[in-house]
């Protein structure tokens, strides 16, 4: 057992397709987009979790540029209880980047969950 493990990632993609609305009204931005996420988990004991990450949507300015559009933050803390069975708590909130970008972007959620997460596998 390791009383603490550490990890990280980092992934970069591009978004071909993008469509969201609130009430009827959209609020995509102009497309295509990039996006890249930065993560951080950390396990103790073997039992709980800890994992934390931010998203970025950005689409390409003048000059070689970016134009941030949307960040998203996520936050995630588990219970292992067994190999099969654990507990746990999800919070996201997804914020539009407005300071001076030229994409009109006002979408903004917010969720939080409670469960409990059965796995297993076969071999």
Known sequence: ?????????????IVPQQ???????YCSPVLPSTVAE???SATAFD???LSTS???YQTKGDNLTFNPYRIDYKFSAGVRINDNVSVWFDHECDHPVLSGNIVKYD???EMSKLYIKLEGSTK
Not at 2 to 13: A, D, E, P, R, Y
Not at 19 to 25: F, I, K, R, V
């Open 54 to 56: 931010m998203e970025n």
């Open 19 to 25: 469509t969201e609305c609130c009430n009827g009204q």
């Open 38 to 40: 930065i993560g951080l």
């Open 107 to 109: 979408y903004r959620s």
């Open 47 to 49: 039992h709980l979790i």
């Open 1 to 13: 057992m390791n009383w603490l493990v550490m990890s990280w990632f980092l992934t970069l993609g």
